[in-house]
Every structure is written in C-alpha cells, then in structure tokens.
C-alpha cells in the first residue's frame, strides 16, 4: 500500500485546549486521516500533557518548556520543527501564533505549499491586533500559497491586506449535525434566551444585559442564561445587580458542549450581540437545534444568519435594538415559527461532511500543483509575443494550483501580475550589463520558492535565468520561437539568408557569437518548448534531442467573435488586400507592394492596408512612392488587437507573405476573423495554412504565384468564402484549453 502524503499542521492550541479553531483542527485530522498522515505542531502549555502523542491521524507535536510562555515560542519552535518534516503540505490554523509560525517556515522552506486558514474575527481590534506588527501582519495575509477563511469577512480582510483574490478562498468552519438533536416540544421553556459566549468583551454581554432590562418591560418573565465563563464575569455579576435584573440573569459557568447544547434546547431564542465574530460556531449550533438566533451584522456572522429568514440580525452596540429583535422573536409566534424553518435550513450548510471535502480539494491542489518562475524580456502594455504569452500562461497555471512569479523587464507602466501570480520588474532604463546583472539576482532570489524557472527568450531573459537556474538548482525550461542569433543578423548584420540556410553557414564574429550565447542556453534546459514542429526541427539541428522538446501550439482569443462571410457577402467588399506584423525584413511587405502594379493591372481599384511598424518601415515608405502607390497602400502604423481583427474581418483578402515564420498568431487570427488568406509556405505557416483547403499557399520568393494567388480569391467570391469558413474551423482548434493542457504536460514531468 502506497504511503499517505504528510500534512504538517500548525496550530498554537490543541486537545486539551480547544475552541473553535482547534475543533477544526479536529475535524480535518480524523476525517482525512485515510488519505493523509498529519504531523500536528502545537504548544505543550503544560507539562502535565506529554510532549508526543501518537494518535490513529499521526501525531502530536507539543513544543516548548511547559509553561504558558510557549505559545510565543511556538512561533520560532514550530518552523524548526517542521524543517525535519517531509511534508507535502503546511497547513497553519489561526493567523496569530500559527500564522507568524508558516510565515517563518516558508522563508526556511519556501518551496513546501502553504496553506493558512483565518479563523480570527478579533484581530483586527487595536486590543489584539496592535500586538502584531503592520509589516508582519501583512506577511501572514500574503505569503502563503492559499488562504482560505471560514466567512467572508476574514476572506474580504486577506484581500484587502494584499492578499491576491485568486489564492483566497472560502471554507466555513461546520457543526457535526449527527450529535446535535433539534429542540423537542417539551423542552422549550417559555421565553427563555440563552448565550453561549465566553465572557468577553468581543461577545458584547454587557449590551446584551443592557437589553434584558429592556425586554423585561414587555415580556416580564424573560429570563437570560449565561453558559461560559471568562475574564469578565465579575464585571458582568456587577451590571446585572446595578441593573436589577438579579433575578432573570443564571450564570451557568463553563459546561462542555453536550452539556451547553442541552441548555440550548430549551431557548426560545439564542442571542449573542458579538462585537468581533470570525464566523460563530454557537450561531450555526443555536440553527442546529432548532432556536432562531439573534446576533450581530458584524464579522462572519451575516454568513451564517440571514436576516429575517434564519434568524435576526442587529447592530453591534445597540441594546435598543437587540432588545426590539428579542422580543419580537419572544412574542411573535408565526415569526418564531419561521425563523425555526430557516434555521434548520442554515444548519444544513454547515456540516462537516460537506465542508471537509473543500480542504482535501486544497491539499490535493496544493501537493501536486507545481510552482514555475516566467523569466521574460517584456510585459504587456509592451507588445509581442513573450508578453502575450505569459499574461495568458500564467492565470492558467495558477487557476491549476500552480504558484507563479514573473520576472521580467519594464517601467513604471509596466501592467500588474495577472490573477493568481506574482510580478517583479527590472528597471529596463538601466544601463546594459547592469541591466542584465540586476534581473539575474532577481530571477535567484526567486528561484528559491520556486520548481522550475521558464525563460521566455535565449538571451535577454534567458541568459541571466540559466545561470540562476544552475546556481540556484533549479530546472531550466525555456520557450523557443524563433531564431535570435538569425533575427539579429537579418536586423543589424546585413545577412539576407532565410533561416533554414542560416542553419548550414558561419557569419560575422557578432552573429557567431549570439549563436554561441543562444545555443549554450538552450542547451542547459530539461525541456524545450516550441509553437511549431518546424521550430522544433530547427532546436534539434542545435544539437538538442528530440525527447527534451515539446511542441504546444499557441492559443488565439479570437473565436467566435466574427462569421465568415458568404459569398455575396465577400462580393459587396471593395478590394481591399491587408497585411498586418512587424516591419522586418523576412515579413515579405516590401515583397507585397512591390506585387501590387500587377494585382492592380488584373484588379483595377485594389488597395494594400498594412499594419504595424518596424525598421523595414521608411524602405517601405519609399517604395510605395517609387512605384507610384500613393493612393492605393495605406500604413496604419500600430492598431491595437481588436482594430487589427476587425481589419482582417472586413478584408477582402489578407495576406502573410513571410520568408519566416515560427507560429503566426496573426495567420491563425486572420483565419478565426473570417479572413479569406493568402500565406506563404515557410516556416510553421505550413502546419496551419493547408493549400486549397482553407487557404491558398504559394511559395515564399515566388512573386508572380503571389500576385495570381491574391487575384483568385479578390476574382473569386465562392473560393474566397469556402476557404474563410474552413479557416475559421481550423483557428478554432487553438484554443487556450488545449494549450494549457500541453504547457502542463510539457512541465509536469520535470523533476
């Protein structure tokens, strides 16, 4: 039988210290225990309880000398204990002493998952929070891996604290239906309001009191028991007498829960005014038994009540109020009778058997999600390829469990982290070298939480990631789109070769050693990740194996939103040809103006639009005016991504002549816009563009193929429109599911 994963729990308190918390502590241990071994980390408190304890969940943990004080040292003694744990899990109950405890283990360990459940409505009073740094307070809310917390008050303070939304969940803390009966007939005694509380100042008693007195006015036998006990009972003794309630007001003392629960049953109402409410078990217990409670709109308890319909809702410190609700509740029977219905209802919500499930789902997603570090060059509102990338890859990661950061470089524009992840930017107006060391220690730093560093380029960003990967140990993947040592070359070096040839030949000292540079990093990473088996091909001639590679095409977010055209549709159209990428020299936009004396000789009143821009842009320019092209090619200059789409939709043909190409987003974008397209062979466009099926393909540098293809589909409206509807049902295939499901198998089998 295989071994059970190992949870480690943090919990300041436990058995035989136990409230609310630590009951949840409880449940989780015993009712997961067939599916995982816990360690619990917790203070001895006492030397009367043994510092280990086997128990059918794992064991017990206690910490420290004994005494009181160890609840302090549990914040420094539970993150060392933990180091010898081999956990898949650390899970921290509380955000007091357990939260400050994770926060500590994760700096030590900060690849193990974290997970930190808020239970706490009080802490945020200046009674107990001041006690607690801002800084720190802060760290416990943001530094785990999930957050869960057992009411949406606690959830909302995470978010507002920093905590990212996409991490933060909501698990009710529950009742075991099972061992609470609901109130009898018989055992209701008339007029009765019973508290369960600890006496406290966040349980607002004195409030509660203050409204007895009041209620007595109307229902003169109303009498209130006090079950529990705590520091301000005598203060509370006192208010009774200075009242003159003596007589209505039984102090029961602390009982346990079975005990409690009985007294419960015999309420006509339970009430308790709290101040400060993480959630309040006794409001679900109080619904349990069949006794509408009245609480307080403050904390967690509106998730648990809902106002008029399983019970009534006040305002904190207002005894006027608290009194008009309890004496409606106590006098009104049909309303009474109601509230009854809606509580049991309520209750229903919070049983344990439907709640557990929740946290398993957090350790299964916890343990088995991976945690990757996106190393790239640039970020959106930056434009291109790397950037677009990581904004979509990285959401769906996290959507998965996965813990994701972001290095890259950038300004003060530079967009915030997607949802579920994390974004750091290097100053991109640092001098070079400087630039390049600064974004390396980052990448380090980083890689220490991390599992697998993922380079978005071989050099900018790859570069300084490889060498962190290899000091860090860490595994090195990186993205392959291109050529860079080519690109540069075509760009700055004067070379003219295509990339296939490119492969074959030796060039200029600086070309060979971007080559250089380019090769040594892709040839430290574990797994190669390429858009197009062309690419793919391309890597392998780098002396990288087939087995280290992985093809996963890219997704467009373009479907859907356009119908192809029909025929008649496409014949209304002027003949207008559109072209949309950067201005390089393998784009082929010199090459399509230079084509278009001759479409227009066959198609008289045709036009070019191209969008985009680049260093191919004056030649571009100057062309068109060498041939006399003035009014018939438009350059837009960039457009954002939905101008270029609806530009490619309201085409009459568009066109991608390009000498190169790993994956063209635009290509695959063009054929879900409806696009009837003209694209050249080379490179991925083959994989997409298939001739005569949903595109007509003509040979890159074959100009007079070029020139006939364009005039088919401008001459041809029942060619154009078979092809725009077949090309919207091969973009169709790349959708971000799919990619996502082959980035997490090209990742997940990385050790």
């Known amino acids: 039988m295989p071994e059970k994963p190992t949870i480690t729990l943090f919990s300041a308190f436990y058995d035989p210290w136990m409230s609310g918390a630590e009951r949840c502590v409880q449940e989780v241990v015993d009712r997961l225990s067939d599916r995982y071994h816990f360690v619990l980390l917790t203070s001895r408190l006492s030397r009367r309880v043994p510092a280990r304890e086997t128990r059918p969940f794992g064991e017990i943990r206690r910490l420290g000398i004994g005494h009181p004080i160890d609840k302090w040292l549990f914040c420094i003694l539970a993150p060392l204990a933990a180091l010898g744990i081999r956990a898949r899990v650390a899970h921290a109950v509380m955000e007091s002493y357990a939260g400050i405890a994770l926060w500590v283990f994760g700096l030590l360990r900060p690849r193990v998952r974290r997970v930190l459940t808020l239970q706490s409505g009080d802490l945020d009073s200046d009674k107990k929070q001041r006690r607690i740094p801002d800084w720190l307070w802060r760290r416990i809310h943001t530094s785990p891996d999930r957050v869960t917390a057992i009411s949406g008050f606690l959830a909302a303070r995470a978010v507002r604290l920093g905590a990212d939304p996409a991490r933060v969940s909501v698990i009710a803390n529950g009742v075991d239906l099972s061992r609470i009966t609901p109130q009898r007939p018989e055992e209701r005694v008339r007029h009765r309001i019973v508290c369960i509380a600890r006496l406290a100042w966040e349980k607002g008693l004195g409030d509660l009191l203050a409204g007895l007195a009041q209620v007595r006015k109307t229902v003169p036998d109303a009498h209130l028991v006090l079950v529990g006990d705590g520091a301000d009972r005598a203060a509370l003794e006192a208010r009774v007498k200075e009242l003159g309630i003596v007589a209505a007001v039984t102090f029961r003392g602390a009982l346990p829960n079975a005990e409690a629960l009985a007294v419960l049953r015999t309420a006509d109402v339970f009430a308790c005014p709290s101040l400060a409410e993480g959630l309040g078990i006794v409001f679900i217990e109080a619904q349990a038994c069949g006794v509408p409670p009245v609480g307080t709109s403050v904390g967690g308890i509106p998730d648990v009540i809902t106002d008029g319909e399983s019970g009534l809702l006040v305002p904190a410190n207002d005894p006027e109020r608290l009194a008009a609700a309890l004496t409606r509740t106590l006098t009104d029977e049909p309303l009474r009778a109601r509230l009854v219905v809606g509580s049991l209802a309520s209750a229903a919500r919070f049983d344990w058997k439907k709640i557990i499930p929740s946290y398993a789902d957090v350790y299964e997603r916890l343990g088995t999600a991976r945690s990757v570090l996106f190393a790239t060059g640039i970020f959106p509102p ?69 599992d ?163 260093p191919e842009r004056k030649r571009i320019e100057a062309e068109v005016i060498r041939l006399g092209l003035a009014d018939a090619v438009v350059l837009t200059g960039r457009l954002s991504h939905d101008a270029v789409l609806s530009r490619a939709a309201a085409a009459r043909v568009f066109v991608l002549y390009t000498g190169y190409e790993g994956f063209s987003h635009q290509l695959v974008e063009a054929l879900a816009a409806g696009a009837p397209v003209v694209s050249s062979d080379a490179g991925g466009n083959a994989e997409v563009a298939r001739q005569e099926e949903n595109a007509l393909v003509v040979r890159y540098g074959d100009e007079n193929a070029l020139v006939v293809a364009v005039v088919r589909l401008l001459s041809d409206a029942d060619l154009s429109a078979r092809l725009a509807a077949a090309g919207q049902h091969t973009a169709a295939q790349y959708t971000v599911a799919r990619m996502t499901e082959g980035l997490v198998a090209a990742l997940s089998d990385i050790s």
């Open 382 to 450: 930056a434009i291109g390829g790397p950037a677009t990338y990581v904004q979509t890859a990285a959401p769906l990661l996290a959507a998965r469990g996965w813990r994701v950061d972001i290095v890259t470089y950038g300004d003060g524009t530079t967009a915030v982290a997607p949802p579920g992840s994390t974004r750091v930017v290097v100053p991109a107006t640092l001098p070079s070298g400087v630039r390049h060391l600064a974004y390396f220690w980052r990448v380090l730093r980083r890689a220490r939480s991390s």
């Open 452 to 614: 697998m560093i993922f380079a978005m380029d071989p050099v900018s960003a790859g570069l300084p990631a490889a060498l962190a990967a290899m000091a860090a140990r860490r595994a090195f993947v990186i993205k392959i789109v291109g050529d860079y040592a080519w690109e540069q070359g075509q760009s700055r070096y004067g070379i003219t070769d295509l990339l296939d040839v490119f492969q074959t030949k030796r060039y200029v000292l600086a070309v060979e050693r971007l080559r250089r540079i380019q090769r040594f990093v892709v040839r430290r990473a574990m797994r190669v990740v390429t858009p197009s088996h062309y690419l793919a091909g391309i890597i392998q001639q780098w002396g990288i194996p087939e087995t280290r590679i992985r093809v996963v095409e890219n997704a467009v977010d373009a479907h859907g939103l356009f119908a192809a055209p029909d025929a008649t549709a496409l014949q209304t159209r002027s003949p207008e040809i559109v072209s949309a990428g950067r201005f390089l020299p393998w784009k082929g936009m010199a090459q399509l103006v230079a084509a278009m004396p001759a479409i227009r000789a066959r198609v008289p009143g045709a036009r070019l639009t191209l969008i985009g821009d680049g």
